[in-house]
């Protein structure tokens, strides 16, 4: 019957050869494979075949090869066959080999990821024809996931010409807990470039607001104001809106505020449902 499948390549198969040079006096020689027993190894001494085993010409165990009487340099010659090493001289045929054939811990495609690759992930590479690992975190785009959107539970009441800081306490929606409600402040927990909106709606009940400024700060510091001048009367009232945006460059830990003044006859109120300040990373330093 007709072999099936592949034709081995037995007929290209060679035995493994080591050529040893003698020592005189010395018995114990090392051989380049590990063996089981003596009987792995065939050895030749002056063209003539020895007799594995103890009490005859040699044993073998791992890689040491022990002689029963020592050879002459110059004068005697040994080598040894490894009978059970035998070195394939051929390729396998093409298109023989596939994933299954290998294990899978080798870049075969057997397995495939199935969620966004972890930042200690590696991939390969070709650094100018080298092919190197290199972890996803060096690789992927910046995560610029950093925001808040924040406003007031309340409506807070000002006390005329005097600077007041803003009680922003609501989140309404951010990334982690960047937003700190207790002292109504951002503070920043990944370094970068951040886009800061801030918007309120002032009003007095009895008396006209004449004049409204707000401040954005960073650190206790004033990076941006906007004033308005401009009111409108209502059937009981007098009321100012006023908004304001700018870019600051934030450092972990550096924190971001509002603050509001006016002049007005007494106090005024700032609108608990038209007051927010938003905080957005642009950019990744």
Not at 3 to 23: L, R
Not at 41 to 64: D, F, H, W
Request: aromatic share 8%; hydrophobic share 35%.
């Amino acid at each position: 019957m007709a072999y099936i499948g592949n034709i081995p390549a037995e007929s290209y198969a060679s035995f493994e050869k080591q050529v040893f040079t003698i020592v005189n006096s010395q018995t114990a020689y090392t051989l380049t494979h590990a063996v089981t027993n003596e009987n792995d190894i065939r050895l030749v001494v002056n063209n003539v075949v020895q007799e594995p085993g103890s009490g005859k010409a040699y044993t073998a165990s791992s890689t040491t090869l022990t002689l029963s009487a020592a050879l002459v340099n110059g004068t005697d010659e040994m080598y040894c066959v490894f009978l059970g090493k035998a070195v394939q001289t051929v390729n396998p045929p093409s298109g023989s080999v596939g994933s299954s054939q290998v294990s899978a811990d080798l870049i075969t495609g057997q397995t495939a990821l199935s969620a966004t690759p972890a930042d200690t992930d590696e991939l390969l590479i070709s650094d100018a024809g080298t092919l190197k690992r290199v972890d996803y975190s060096h690789l992927k785009g910046e995560s610029n996931d950093k925001y808040a959107f924040v406003g007031l539970s309340s409506s807070q009441t000002i006390s005329d010409t005097t600077l007041t800081k803003i009680t922003f306490d609501s989140v309404q929606v951010q990334d982690g807990s960047d937003f700190n409600t207790t002292n109504n402040r951002y503070v920043v927990s990944k370094a970068g470039i951040y886009k800061v909106s801030m918007g309120i709606s002032i009003y007095n009940t009895a008396n006209a607001v004449d004049r409204v400024q707000i401040y954005i700060n960073k650190n206790g510091g004033t990076i941006t104001d906007g004033v308005t001048d401009d009111g409108r009367s209502t059937a009981d009232h007098f009321a100012r809106s006023i908004n304001i945006t700018v870019l600051i460059s934030c450092a972990v830990s550096d924190y971001i505020e509002g603050q509001v003044w006016h002049d007005s006859t007494g106090s005024s109120i700032i609108d608990g449902n038209k007051a927010q300040l938003v905080v957005n990373l642009v950019k990744e330093n």
